[in-house]
């Protein structure tokens, strides 16, 4: 997990990087999930995904739920990932409509393959 603050010490931004397996990876992609709709994604660099290696999706939370993450974890990096692990499925920490993913990538050796979606900061 990731905190990003502003200039006033508030907490601005929530993201993680969730690993998948190729199997769970298509069931994101044929949904969607992660609000990773075809139109949003860019082109992808570094040549195609490869279905023998784990999917990682960096993905920023929802801004309606961080500052209920702030009340409850404080500056605390570990205890916002104790919340995402320990919620159950009724929690919006643990929907991933409630997560936008910016990238999604597997390593091939030292470099990086995949693609960046319009959700990403740059």
Known sequence: ???TYGDDE???AVSGIFVVDWPDWERVDAGALFH??????GPTFGG??????E????AKLDDDLVPGVADTAGD??????AMLRGAGPADPMAQTERWFGM?????EGPLKVGFKTSWAPF
């Open 1 to 3: 997990m990731e905190l």
């Open 10 to 12: 508030r907490l601005e």
């Open 36 to 41: 990773l709709e075809p139109n949003l994604r």
């Open 48 to 53: 195609g995904l490869d279905p023998t290696l």
């Open 55 to 58: 999917v990682e999706i960096e």
């Open 76 to 81: 605390d990096e570990f205890v916002v990932g």
């Open 103 to 107: 990238f999604v990538k597997q390593a």
